[in-house]
C-alpha cells in the first residue's frame, strides 16, 4: 500500500507542474483541479498516475478537467 505521504507529495507535485505548464499560480491551478474532480483523480489512481511522466499526467488532467466543462 501507498503511504499519505507518497500520495500528497505526488499530488502537490502534479498540481506545481500543472500551475508551471498553464502559467497559474499553484493557488489557482489546485481551484481549478478541484473544480473539476481532477484532485479525487489524482488520489484514486495515484498507483498507475505516479509511474508515468509528469508532462503526461499534466496533459492527462488537463483533458479530464475539459472533458468535464472546463476552459483553459
Request: charged share 20%.
Amino acid at each position: 500500500m501507498f503511504s499519505v505521504r507518497d500520495i500528497s507529495e505526488y499530488i502537490v507535485a502534479l498540481i506545481a507542474a500543472f500551475a508551471s505548464h498553464y502559467s497559474m499560480t499553484d493557488a489557482e491551478a489546485y481551484r481549478y483541479l478541484n473544480q473539476y474532480g481532477a484532485i479525487k483523480v489524482m488520489h484514486d489512481y495515484y498507483d498507475v498516475m505516479h509511474t508515468q511522466p509528469l508532462d503526461d499526467m499534466v496533459q492527462s488532467m488537463a483533458s479530464y478537467c475539459q472533458r468535464k466543462g472546463g476552459h483553459l
